[in-house]
C-alpha cells in the first residue's frame, strides 16, 4: 500500500521543532485525538523511546506499541509501530526542512509495513482515512508550537 503524507509549517526552527518531536511523550499533546491512555518507558527522547496508547475510538481496545528507531538531528525521526496484536506494523517518519524566518516545514509520512487483512480489501479507502487524521494532528502540531 502506498504511503500518506500530510505536512505543515510549525514557526520554529527546526532544531526546536526536532527536539520537541524527539521526545516521543510530547506526541501526546497532538495525537490525543486519535489514541488515548498513554503509557511511555525505554529512553526519554530519540532512539529507544517507547510509547502504548489506546485508539480513541468507541468499543475499541485496540491498543499500539510505538518506539523511536532513528533520530538523526535536526532533519529526520523514524518511528515504528504495531497494533491490531501485531496484524498491522506502520513506520512513522518525520522530515524537518527549513523555511524563510526560521520556520520549520514538517512532513510525517506513515508507511504500512504490514497492513491487516481488512486495511488491504480497499487502499484507497485505508488511506483517506488515515490522511485525515494525520492532517489534524499536524495542524494541532503547528497550533501548539506557535
Known sequence: MKPVT?????PKPRQ????FLAVLANHESFLDHMLVDWKFSGSRSGVGAKA???TNAPMSQDWTDFEIIEAEAPG???EEAVGLKGKRRTRGTYTLEDLSDGRTKVSFEFAWI?????ESLCPPLTRAF???PNGKA???????LA
Open 6 to 10: 500530510v505536512s505543515v509549517e510549525v
Open 16 to 19: 526546536e521543532v526536532f527536539d
Open 52 to 54: 502504548e496508547a489506546k
Open 76 to 78: 529526520r525521526i523514524v
Open 114 to 118: 504490514e497492513a491487516a487483512r481488512a
Open 130 to 132: 488515515i490522511k485525515r
Open 138 to 144: 499536524m495542524r494541532r502540531l503547528a497550533k501548539q
